[in-house]
């Protein structure tokens, strides 16, 4: 279930990046918006709090993607080879292998930023409100179909 609700934060931040980067479609803006507004809401931030914590949260998630995005492009390159090498396979397996603990070393980075801004219950509060919106995420998927 962890691993589940880790995936679909990660497509959720990668939706949100890369829509960021490259002119939102409108769905990825609502996700976006949608899921700061929780964070806003459910952390009970303040004006300040969240006109400090906003862009490191913005730029954590990018950072994140940027990440995932490197390892999915080198397993796309071995997927178009015709004949790839031992080596191609090693190196694609590590780097994704290595997302998670990248993702971990992301967040631990910016968890100390954080801590500057956010008090101690809000920083437990958003990986909650995190979690939550995963959840809730998931919940709406699984009654569309």
Do not use: C, W
């Not at 292998?97 to 992301?106: D, F, M, Q, W």
């Not at 967040?107 to 909650?128: G, R, T, V």
């Amino acid at each position: 279930m962890k691993r589940i609700v880790s995936i679909v934060i990660l497509i959720i931040a990668i939706t949100a990046a890369a829509t960021a980067q490259n002119g939102r479609t409108k769905f990825a803006t609502d996700m976006y918006q949608a899921k700061h507004e929780m964070i806003i809401q459910e952390l009970g931030l303040t004006q300040t709090q969240q006109k400090q914590f906003m862009p490191l949260y913005e730029q954590m998630e990018r950072e994140i993607y940027q990440v995932n995005r490197n390892a999915r492009a080198l397993a796309g390159e071995i997927e178009k080879k015709t004949n790839p090498t031992d080596r191609d396979y090693e190196v694609a397996a590590s780097a994704l292998s290595n997302t998670r603990l990248r993702e971990g070393e992301i967040e631990a980075k910016y968890f100390e930023k954080f801590s500057k801004i956010l008090s101690k219950k809000q920083l437990f509060q958003l990986k909650m409100t995190e979690a939550k919106f995963t959840r809730e995420m998931l919940a709406k998927k699984r009654n569309k179909k």
